[in-house]
Structures are given as structure tokens and as C-alpha cells.
């Protein structure tokens, strides 16, 4: 999945974060009636939802007469996978992962420095 998410366009990604903000499977109108401000045909709707298909990215349910699409995961699954994938490229892991933290916000950071206190230990 690395190399998909990574070569995903920003059409793409608009699309994908609409079928994260459902709770349910969308039909092709219902992602384009979410992209209303970026006035795209329907057909490229339906094209790059096919393309995110092929990647392996979004799922297709076929058994009703419009077809539903789906996200196969979650923004944070997808990006879990993403960022595992990349530390096993990186060389030395521990050095992408401290430049990692040292770019990412103070939130983010906190709730790492959370996860990784051992349980019962207060600062």
C-alpha cells in the first residue's frame, strides 16, 4: 500500500478523505455532491474512484444498482502502514524517528510521550 499512498494525486486524496468522513459506503454522486467546489464531472469522479480501486485502496460493492465505494482503511490505519513501511526503508530507524518527532507538533509529541511512559509511572 506505500507505494500506492504515495502516489496518490490530490484528487485522489479529496476523494478518499470523503469516503473517511462517511460512515457508510458513498456512491459515486454522493463523492461528487462532496466535491462540489472543485466542479468536476461526474465521470472523473467515477474514474478516480476506479484508479483508487485498482490500487487497492477503496473497496467496490457491485450488488446494488449504484455502486458504493468504500476505503479499505482508516486515514490512520493507511498512514500507520505508511509510516512502518518507510522506517523499514529508512536505514537507521531510530534516526528517521527522532527527526520524525522533532517535526512534528507539541500535541502530537505529548501524546507519544503518553504512549510510551511506562504504565503506573507518572511524571
Do not use: C
Amino acid at each position: 500500500m506505500l507505494l500506492a499512498m504515495a502516489r496518490l494525486g490530490d484528487l485522489e486524496r479529496a476523494v478518499l478523505d470523503s469516503l473517511w468522513q462517511s460512515d457508510e459506503p458513498l456512491t459515486v454522486r454522493e463523492v461528487h455532491e462532496a466535491l462540489t467546489e472543485r466542479q468536476l464531472a461526474y465521470t472523473t469522479v467515477m474514474t478516480t474512484l476506479q484508479r483508487l480501486a485498482r490500487k487497492g485502496l477503496v473497496t467496490q460493492d457491485t450488488q446494488a444498482r449504484a455502486h458504493r465505494f468504500s476505503a479499505v482503511a482508516t486515514r490512520e490505519e493507511m498512514f500507520t502502514e505508511l509510516m512502518t513501511d518507510a522506517l523499514g526503508i529508512a536505514g537507521d530507524e531510530s534516526e528517521a524517528m527522532l527527526r520524525f518527532v522533532d517535526n512534528i507538533g507539541p500535541e502530537a509529541r505529548a501524546a507519544l510521550a503518553e504512549r510510551l511512559r511506562p504504565e503506573g509511572h507518572t511524571s
